[in-house]
């Protein structure tokens, strides 16, 4: 008589069981954070990637509650803090802001510490920049077509700075040397600081780099920018033509992506929230107004639109690698 009540009462314990640690897992995504945030950038400080995270990490400070901090980890192209996150615990609590390397490095490298599809969790594509070409004062180049010139008159004497091997500047760096057959000598630097101090100082020629950190130095003359690598010219460079308007044949285009991700496995809630105050952060007037001076476009876009944009730019980066012949880093 009493079976059925007791059958009622042990499904109801063993629900219970079987429900506490989602409770407590919802619980847990609803009250974050709990604790600081750190967010890891994979270059060294100064770039553009560094500017970005620094200045979300503010923002997200004061809409949720908790300190976010930046720690820089350069090395290997922006690999070791790629795999720093992707092995991290997916609480939410350490995330990933990173440049276009994130889908260049698996064509570039014989071997990757992270799979950009199964080890990270895209959260959002923050914004965007051009890279540009830019010359110290010193070279005797007012455009492209006359710095083509100047390096067909000293075969093997020039070289170009970019920020390392797999960011996009490089890659437009080695597509530009490709389209135009130009022997000009590449100098990889450990992140887009070192590599525009380089160019600044005049220890090297030329540089390929993301706009935002080139701005200043734009307006206080001591860099001459050439052309961008976009398909058309940006309010923070204004008289600065395109590649395609100054003369350059073959698809010249690029961006650096600034984006977020945390490690796989992070709960939705989490993500979603997170690209939520991303959002607010890049179209707060204050921030916005930085990124536009900068050269950055606002884009925080939902998780599920940067998970497709990233199925289409690991293939793409891949094929200007193979056509540039580009040997792969061991």
Known sequence: MHRPFRLLATGTLLFGALSAP????????????????????????AGPTDVMARLIAQKLS???????????HPGAGGNLGMALVANAAPDGYTLLLVSSSVVVNPSLYEKVPYDVFKSLAPVTLAGSSPNILVVHPSVPA??????????????????????????????????????????????PFNGAGPALNAVVAGQVQIGFMALPPVTPHLKAGTLRALALTTEKRVAAAPDVPTMAEAGVPGDQ???????????????????????????????????KSKLDSLGFEAIADTPEHFAARIKMEVPKWAKVIEAAKIEKVK
């Open 142 to 187: 007012k455009n492209v077509k006359e710095l083509i010139a100047y390096i067909h008159a000293n075969p093997g004497k020039v070289s170009f700075a970019s920020p390392g091997f797999g960011t996009t500047a490089s890659l437009a760096a080695e597509n530009f040397k490709y389209a135009l057959k130009l022997d000009i000598q590449p100098v």
């Open 253 to 287: 285009i690029s961006d650096v992506m600034q984006a977020v991700f945390a490690p796989a496995g992070t709960p939705k809630p989490i993500i979603d929230l997170l690209q939520k105050e991303i959002a607010k952060a890049v179209a707060a007037p204050d921030v």
């Open 62 to 72: 004061d809409s949720l509650g908790k300190q976010f901090y930046v720690e820089n």
């Open 22 to 45: 989602l409770i407590t897992q919802a619980q847990d995504n609803a009250a974050y954070p709990t604790r600081p945030v750190k967010i890891v950038v994979p270059f060294a400080p």
